[in-house]
C-alpha cells in the first residue's frame, strides 16, 4: 500500500527544507529545496525552451555528486541569479564543495519559469532574485505553504492560475518519495471545459478537493486555448530518502516525467522547459534487487508529479487577470 505521509509534503522525507520568498509588486518569487547535508543529485529536462544552471555538472560522468542546494525561481534568465544567493547563505554556513585550498564552493543547480507578463511592477532595474534567494533559504523549514508562494506566484497553468504544489508517498515498507512542483504550463491540467484535472485518479486524501471520475470521454480533444507563447515551463524536484547513485537518481527522474504527461496536455512542447531535479538522502538502503526498487521509486515519483502539478493549481489564487481553478469551478479548499 502507498500512502500520502503525514505532512503530504516533499518534507515528508527526513532532511529536506523548503522555503520560498516572494515580491509581491513585481509578481514573482523563489524557492529553495534545502537538504540538511547535500545530496546525491541528478536531473532531466524535456521541454524546448529550459532556462536552467548547473545542470551539466549533475551528469554521472562529472565529477560533483551531490548537491547543497536546489533554487527554482521567477524571473525568466533574470532568476538565475537566485541560485547565487542560495550559494551566499550556504557558504555563510561553511557549506559546499571542497577545494584544494581549503575554500568550499557551494553546489546548487536551478531552474526558471517565465511570469514576465503576469503584469507585475517593475522592479526598478536591479533584479530581486538574489535577494529573495537569500530570504528563501532563510524561510526554509519543514512546513510551508503552497499555491501563490514563492516560484509559483506569478505561475499559469494553461487558462489557469498556476502555482506551487507539493505531495508525498509512502509505502508500507517504508519507500518514501516527495515532489515539490512549480504549475507554469502551457498545456492545460483540466479536461476541457470541466473541472477534471487530468491527473484525477492520483488524487490522495481529498488534496484535489475530492476529485470525481469524468462524466465521459472528453469531446473534443483539440488545443483549445492559447495564451501567449512565452508563458510556459513547469520545474520541479523530487526527494526520496533511499539511497541512489547518480546514475539510478538520473533514472528516477527520467520517469518522474511521465508525471508531466499525466497532469498536463499538451506537455513537452516547444514553448515549455519543463524539467525535473531528483534529490537521494541516502538514509534508507536501496532494496535488492536494485533494478527493481529503483523501477518503483521511479513509479512512486512520476505518480507524485502528476499530483504535485494538479495541487499547485488547485491551491493557487487568482492574480490579476489569471483566474484560479478555486474561482473557476466554485471549488471549495480542501480543509476549508
Known amino acids: 500500500m502507498i500512502r500520502s505521509g503525514p505532512r503530504?509534503?516533499?518534507?515528508?522525507?527526513?532532511?529536506?527544507?523548503?522555503?520560498?520568498?516572494?515580491?509581491?509588486?513585481?509578481?514573482?518569487?523563489?524557492?529553495?529545496?534545502?537538504?540538511?547535508?547535500?545530496?546525491?543529485?541528478?536531473?532531466?529536462?524535456?521541454?524546448?525552451?529550459?532556462?536552467?544552471?548547473?545542470?551539466?555538472?549533475?551528469?554521472?560522468?562529472?565529477?560533483?555528486?551531490?548537491?547543497?542546494?536546489?533554487a527554482m525561481s521567477g524571473g525568466s534568465a533574470f532568476g538565475l541569479d537566485a541560485a547565487s544567493g542560495v550559494m551566499t547563505w550556504l557558504a555563510a554556513q561553511g557549506r559546499g564543495f571542497p577545494t584544494a585550498n581549503g575554500a568550499r564552493v557551494p553546489i546548487v543547480p536551478a531552474a526558471i519559469i517565465y511570469d514576465l507578463e503576469m503584469g507585475g511592477e517593475d522592479w526598478g532595474g536591479v533584479p530581486p532574485f538574489r535577494t529573495l534567494g537569500l530570504e528563501a533559504c532563510e524561510a526554509a523549514a519543514p512546513d510551508f505553504a503552497l499555491g501563490n508562494q514563492g516560484a509559483g506566484l506569478g505561475a499559469s497553468a494553461g487558462p489557469l492560475k498556476g502555482g506551487l504544489g507539493s505531495v508525498s508517498a509512502v509505502s508500507d515498507d517504508g519507500v518514501e518519495v516527495g515532489a515539490l512542483m512549480v504549475a507554469n504550463s502551457m498545456g492545460s491540467v483540466v479536461m476541457r471545459d470541466t473541472p477534471t484535472f487530468w491527473a484525477w485518479a492520483f488524487e490522495q486524501d481529498g488534496e484535489l478537493g475530492g476529485q470525481q471520475p469524468p462524466a465521459a470521454a472528453p469531446s473534443d480533444l483539440d488545443f483549445g486555448f492559447l495564451r501567449g507563447l512565452a508563458t510556459q515551463t513547469t520545474i520541479g524536484v523530487v526527494a526520496t530518502s533511499t539511497a541512489l547513485d547518480v546514475g539510478q537518481a538520473k533514472r528516477v527522474a527520467m520517469m518522474a516525467h511521465d508525471g508531466f504527461a499525466r497532469a498536463i496536455r499538451p506537455v513537452h512542447t516547444p514553448f515549455d522547459g519543463d524539467t525535473i531535479f531528483v534529490l537521494s538522502t541516502g538514509r534508507r538502503p536501496l532494496d535488492d534487487p536494485a533494478p527493481a526498487a529503483i523501477a518503483r521509486i521511479g513509479m512512486m515519483a512520476a505518480d507524485c508529479v502528476a499530483r504535485a502539478i494538479a495541487r499547485a493549481v488547485y491551491e493557487a489564487e487568482t492574480l490579476g487577470d489569471v483566474r484560479s481553478y478555486r474561482e473557476t469551478y466554485g471549488v471549495i479548499a480542501a480543509g476549508a
Open 8 to 70: 503530504n509534503l516533499i518534507t515528508d522525507i527526513d532532511g529536506i527544507r523548503v522555503g520560498s520568498a516572494r515580491d509581491v509588486l513585481a509578481r514573482t518569487g523563489v524557492t529553495v529545496v534545502l537538504p540538511d547535508a547535500p545530496a546525491v543529485a541528478a536531473a532531466d529536462v524535456r521541454g524546448g525552451a529550459p532556462g536552467t544552471r548547473e545542470i551539466d555538472v549533475l551528469d554521472p560522468s562529472c565529477l560533483v555528486d551531490h548537491v547543497d542546494a536546489v
